[in-house]
């Protein structure tokens, strides 16, 4: 096949560069693409039907095909630019390692995630590090935060820190809003409270215009992420801090496009956005077993994920103007299955 770096589109020479520094699996692609999951599946059944890569049950190769076309497009072998040190986060948590350490041993008995829920729980680096991150901004220290949603219990780590003023969990899942609230018994975390809320629910009066800090890693509908946003809007002060994560995975550049759009009609900027810098500890039995697209429609007999590989980019962004969220507060929505499904969702379930 003639071919050349003008025929081979952004995902397909991601991926060939990335098979020519080593075999990868499935789950390796997935977490090294920057483009949704239908469009990389999409490439990766195209290269194997070219001959470009071949698949033995568990890693994808370069085939010789694969590697005559590369060495045409390649003008330097490929080198991971990342470092190593920090695994390309661009942060350095070591001095938030007891806290990691302490944290670990004080949710050992959490409560499971319920897909159903959209519960994706990040691994407990990801935590540390959003921390480590957030201290970093000055958004930590002394501060008033609020989260929508926390299956992955970093208010726990907040308040276990001592730095912020004030942790409040607005949550759906009434065995986490339970399970928080008896750790803060526990644990004597005066700071820490967890409220039973749906997202579709209007915003309490006494939550408007009451937080430095909003934080969230919600569904990745346009019409979902907005409104999780929006009601986050509304409870942050003046110049107050947003924070929340997004794919590649579940979410393409237009998509991306959309959201962005409707944050800046909010009042905020958007200051920094770091890559990957999420990972999630999704359950590989649940993957396998309850129909996941990913898995279903991969084209390829699959293993279980054996590492973490569903990402997301976590975005900071500041009000820079009055907050204008864009679904009203004092109203509540019925957005049912536009909540958290649309034809990019394939992580989901509905």
């Given at each position: 096949?003639?071919?050349?770096?003008?025929v081979?589109n952004?995902?397909?020479?991601?991926i060939?560069r990335?098979?020519s520094?080593s075999?990868?699996?499935?789950?390796?692609l997935l977490l090294e693409?920057?483009d949704?999951?239908?469009?990389?599946?999409?490439v990766?059944k195209?290269?194997?039907?070219?001959?470009?890569?071949?698949?033995?049950?568990?890693?994808?190769n370069?085939?010789?095909?694969?590697?005559k076309?590369l060495?045409?497009?390649l003008?330097k072998?490929?080198v991971d630019?990342?470092?190593?040190?920090c695994g390309?986060?661009?942060?350095?948590?070591?001095?938030?390692?007891?806290?990691?350490?302490q944290?670990k041993?004080?949710?050992?008995d959490?409560p499971?995630?319920i897909?159903?829920?959209?519960?994706?729980?990040?691994?407990?680096?990801t935590v540390?590090?959003?921390?480590?991150?957030m201290y970093h901004?000055?958004?930590?220290?002394?501060?008033?935060?609020?989260l929508?949603g926390?299956d992955?219990?970093?208010?726990?780590?907040?308040?276990?820190?001592?730095?912020?003023?004030?942790v409040?969990v607005?949550?759906?899942?009434?065995r986490l809003?339970?399970y928080?609230?008896?750790?803060a018994?526990?644990l004597?975390?005066?700071?820490?409270?967890?409220i039973?809320y749906?997202?579709?629910w209007?915003?309490?009066?006494?939550l408007?215009n009451?937080f430095?800090?909003?934080l969230?890693?919600?569904?990745?509908?346009?019409?979902?992420i907005?409104?999780?946003i929006?009601?986050?809007?509304?409870?942050?002060?003046?110049?107050?801090?947003?924070?929340?994560?997004?794919?590649?995975i579940?979410a393409?550049y237009s998509k991306?496009?959309k959201?962005?759009?409707?944050?800046?009609?909010m009042?905020?900027?958007i200051?920094d956005i770091?890559?990957?810098?999420?990972?999630?500890?999704?359950?590989?039995?649940?993957?396998?077993?309850?129909?996941?697209?990913?898995?279903t429609?991969?084209g390829?007999?699959?293993s279980?994920p054996e590492?973490?590989?569903y990402?997301s980019?976590?975005h900071?962004l500041?009000l820079?103007e009055?907050?204008k969220?864009?679904?009203?507060p004092?109203?509540?929505?019925?957005?049912?299955?536009d909540l958290y499904?649309?034809?990019?969702a394939?992580v989901?379930l509905?």
């Amino acid at each position: 096949m003639e071919i050349n770096c003008k025929v081979l589109n952004k995902t397909e020479y991601i991926i060939l560069r990335s098979l020519s520094a080593s075999s990868k699996t499935y789950w390796d692609l997935l977490l090294e693409s920057f483009d949704t999951a239908a469009n990389t599946i999409a490439v990766i059944k195209k290269l194997l039907q070219e001959n470009v890569i071949n698949y033995d049950g568990k890693y994808f190769n370069l085939t010789e095909e694969g590697k005559k076309i590369l060495k045409s497009v390649l003008k330097k072998e490929y080198v991971d630019v990342r470092c190593k040190e920090c695994g390309g986060k661009g942060i350095n948590s070591n001095a938030f390692q007891d806290l990691a350490n302490q944290f670990k041993e004080v949710i050992k008995d959490r409560p499971a995630a319920i897909p159903e829920f959209d519960q994706g729980v990040v691994n407990l680096e990801t935590v540390i590090n959003r921390i480590a991150f957030m201290y970093h901004k000055g958004d930590l220290e002394n501060k008033d935060i609020v989260l929508i949603g926390d299956d992955d219990l970093t208010s726990i780590a907040l308040s276990l820190s001592n730095l912020p003023n004030k942790v409040v969990v607005l949550e759906a899942d009434e065995r986490l809003v339970n399970y928080i609230n008896q750790k803060a018994r526990d644990l004597n975390l005066k700071n820490l409270e967890a409220i039973v809320y749906n997202v579709e629910w209007k915003v309490e009066k006494d939550l408007l215009n009451s937080f430095d800090v909003f934080l969230t890693d919600p569904v990745e509908t346009v019409q979902g992420i907005t409104l999780f946003i929006s009601r986050g809007c509304s409870m942050l002060k003046e110049k107050g801090v947003l924070y929340f994560g997004l794919t590649h995975i579940e979410a393409s550049y237009s998509k991306w496009y959309k959201i962005h759009r409707n944050l800046y009609e909010m009042g905020f900027v958007i200051t920094d956005i770091l890559d990957k810098f999420q990972l999630y500890e999704l359950n590989p039995d649940d993957i396998v077993s309850k129909g996941y697209r990913v898995f279903t429609e991969a084209g390829v007999k699959l293993s279980k994920p054996e590492k973490p590989w569903y990402n997301s980019a976590f975005h900071r962004l500041e009000l820079v103007e009055k907050a204008k969220p864009l679904f009203d507060p004092n109203q509540t929505y019925k957005l049912e299955r536009d909540l958290y499904y649309d034809e990019e969702a394939y992580v989901t379930l509905y």
